[in-house]
């Protein structure tokens, strides 16, 4: 047999791509350019964590992306613009694959509010845990005095359930939460999948702990 022939065959990098952005796993390379995005406090104003101030930090956060994506924790993906470069972080959490549901999670450097880099990236990840991963379920949660925040998730098809109190550990506070949710037969007549759909194409496979059962 001929070296050539033995060679395993290459191993397509998982990512998702969209007519403006792509997803894909972040790596210890992409620090400094999440220092610069999420340096500014009103990126990181409705999180627990933030703003970054040395980009030991951001490295801090990316070593340990690759043990969340093994235990089926979390799947943080760089959001990268197809003409400026990184955006942000999205990503799916609170993954229950028996129960087929997942929560969203993302932050956008300012640069990109009100771009319809939010929307495309929704889109993305929708079609990502419905259509790949077999979701029946897509939530997300917003405070209730983020209302940017709390319209772009309307905005997307995710629809009001109600309020979680005391939810959100936030310094020494315990915040209350909106509480968002997409069904799989909702998404299938959405507005967001009938624009973006037969824009997309998701390369390589997910890590397998994500798949639901």
């Not at 235990?71 to 990503?91: F, Q, R, S």
């Not at 995710?158 to 909702?186: A, I, K």
Request: net charge neutral; aromatic share 10%; glycine share 10%.
């Amino acid at each position: 047999m001929s070296a050539a022939a033995s060679e395993a065959p290459a191993v397509v990098p998982f990512a998702i791509h969209g007519p403006t952005l792509s997803l894909r796993i972040p790596t210890l390379d992409d620090a400094s350019d999440l220092l610069a995005l999420a340096s500014d406090p009103e990126v990181t104003r409705w999180f627990s964590w933030g703003p970054y101030t040395d980009v030991s930090q951001p490295r801090r956060f990316l070593s340990g992306l690759e043990e969340e994506r093994r235990t089926g924790h979390k799947l943080d993906l760089l959001a990268v613009h197809h003409e400026h470069g990184p955006a942000g972080i999205t990503g799916l959490y609170e993954f229950s694959p028996r129960d087929r549901r997942c929560v969203c999670g993302t932050w956008f450097g300012r640069a990109f509010w009100g771009t319809g880099a939010n929307r495309e990236s929704k889109a993305l990840l929708q079609q990502l845990a419905f259509d790949t991963l077999g979701m029946q379920r897509f939530g997300s949660y917003s405070n209730p005095r983020n209302e940017r925040s709390t319209r772009a998730l309307l905005g997307v098809g995710l629809r009001h359930e109600g309020v979680l109190r005391g939810f959100h550990r936030h310094g020494d506070e315990y915040l209350d939460v909106n509480v968002f949710g997409l069904l799989r037969e909702q998404w299938a007549t959405s507005p967001l999948r009938a624009e973006f759909a037969d824009r997309i194409s998701v390369v390589g496979t997910p890590p397998e702990a994500f798949f639901a059962v």
